[in-house]
């Protein structure tokens, strides 16, 4: 059973950083891939980066390639994201998920409960 909490969101000034992070307290972590998905008010969920079983394979969406990165500690069953030079678009609620390696929301079988990321000064 996998289990997802994301934490690590707040308030940020534009340019700021912060790290998410979703733990899995299931004992299956290392056996999926890890998304991190972001949805902001009256718009769809739109994928943000995911990571492979090893952590040796990433990809990004272009708004956030170069800004952010996702990496993942198996031993901890913790996947991370890492915002850096962050900009009021990219306001909106943080859910990690545990499936394929894919940038397919309809892809992860597993959710978390989400976390509010927002940008202003």
């Known amino acids: 059973q996998v289990q997802l909490v994301e934490s690590g969101g707040g308030l940020v000034q534009p340019g700021g950083s912060l790290r998410l992070s979703c733990a899995d307290s299931?004992?299956?972590?290392?056996?999926?891939?890890m998304g991190w998905f972001r949805q902001a008010p009256g718009k769809e969920r739109e994928f943000v980066a995911t990571?492979?079983?090893?952590?040796?394979?990433?990809y990004y969406a272009d708004s956030v390639r170069g800004r952010f990165t996702i990496s993942r500690d198996n031993a901890k069953n913790t996947v991370y994201l890492q915002m850096n030079s962050l900009k009021p678009d990219d306001t909106a609620i943080y859910y990690c998920a545990a499936g394929p390696f894919s940038s397919s929301k309809d892809d992860y079988n597993y959710w978390g409960q989400g976390t509010q990321v927002t940008v202003s000064s």
């Open positions: 299931g004992r299956t972590f290392s056996n999926y891939a």
């Open positions: 990571i492979n079983l090893s952590g040796g394979r990433t």
